[in-house]
């Protein structure tokens, strides 16, 4: 099968849909409880996620610029969620936000703005998805206790800690017990019949079968609406003219971009066909797609990452899959919402916890600190800057602080947001001659047009040797994009880097 666009007309359809329906299929088990997770902590009614993911599925992946994302509603967009709820006062206040962040979305693909997660430091990103895990496990674990939360603030949530021990409501501290044992063995069975059912899917199984036995009352259980169409909430976009719905709005943007982008680059490693992504593209159909959802109740989009993953090892080609996958929660949502109308909410905050673990877990800080101390306290400044005051500032903090630590080491500033750098031509190569500093804004917005261009002409060698200063993210920015850009028969390759430490 052709590696281009071809694999979604009916030819590549005729060859794949066997395998897509599967994938499909698997993947549409994993979404189901994770969507009614994500949209339940966003302060949205539990469907609010399953409408994202079938609009992203049904709607979304027919515009989409890569081959094998699954687009649905992200836990690390938990976060600005929420915050547009309770600032704005409603999630139908909040839905209008994202409506119109999904209009912006869409513009950023359209002008050809899909790789600005180049221009965030590695360490900003990874410390902002670091504060997402935090908040996500720190909000979730008085769900999972049956503990009332008494405080939106996190701060003031963390404080509360203690509170929940002496609190526990314990039918519903068992259950979530059971649910974490399930995740945590579920990858160490060698059953087939165990490893073929996907562990979320255990989980409900388990915790339905514990709710009835225990008989928790129905405030403790996931509600959704027997009339879909006729439950559906319209946004509300009476508040467009105040300041917070924008910055609800430049946020929800902002950080929609910002993961999808990541995950979409990410995931392009572990496409079986080796095809590269367009993320303008990408990030134009992921724009439509929350608006869309936005506009019949739904949370925004992104293509998102393990669910991706698990429909490329389920055996995924194309985007029929996501399809696929959208088509099989339709028919649940149809067909089986008596029975997800038994699921514990205890459960679905556990898996939120293990989503939030795997983004927060100790090797993550463990990593960051081998990296250096300007990424480690980069990293870590961001995570107290986000948890601190909020998404959007905990960045713009981060940023800053990597800029001053790059001063403070001698990067002139001056140089911020220019690179030197001469072009000279070979017989069989284009040499890129870089001179002075190199950090990760300077790169982004001088030197990587550069490299974009020269590489698509002819083979390209970039050369370090008047390098002063490099630092460790823009080496790993260089180092991305030459292993995760596909240019045919050119090669690109960095010569005389010996002298740097990075």
Sequence with gaps: MSTSNKSNN???????????LLSGFGVSLIALPLCLAIAA????????????AIVGGLFASRFSGSYITIYGPAAGLIVVNLNAVQVLGGYEYALAAIAISGVLIFLLGHFKFGRLSDFFPSAVVKGMLTAIGIIIIVKQLFIAFGVELESSSILDSILQLPYIFAHIHYPIAFISGISLLILILHPKLKTKIA????????????AIF?????????????????????????????KMNTSPFWICVFSIAIITSLESLLSTSSLDSLDPLKRKSNLNKDLSAVGIGSSLAALIGGLPM??????SSANVSLGAKTQWSNLFHAAFLLLFIVLGSSIINQIPIAALAVM?????YKLASPQQFIAMYKLGYVEFITFVSTILGVLLTDLLVGIMIGIAVELILHYSKGFPLSKTFTTGYTISEKNDHIQLHVK????????????KKQIVALSSKDDLVIDLKEVTYLSKSAWTKIDDFIRHTHTGKRTIKVVNANHLAF
Excluded at 215 to 231: E, F, H, R, T, Y
Excluded at 352 to 356: D, F
């Design 10 to 20: 009916l030819v590549g359809f005729n060859a794949v849909w066997k395998s897509d």
């Design 352 to 356: 939120l916890i293990m989503v939030g």
């Design 436 to 447: 002075g500093g190199l950090i990760f804004s300077n790169y982004y917005l001088s030197l």
């Design 210 to 238: 514990l709710g009835n036995v225990i008989q928790l009352p129905a405030d403790g259980l996931i509600k959704i609406p027997n009339d879909l169409v006729g439950s559906i909430q319209l946004p509300n976009f009476s």
């Design 302 to 307: 992104i293509s998102e990452i393990v669910r």
């Design 41 to 52: 902590a966003s302060g949205f009614p539990p469907i609010a996620g399953i409408i994202t």
């Design 195 to 206: 490893r073929i059912v996907p562990a979320p899917v255990w989980v409900l199984i388990a």
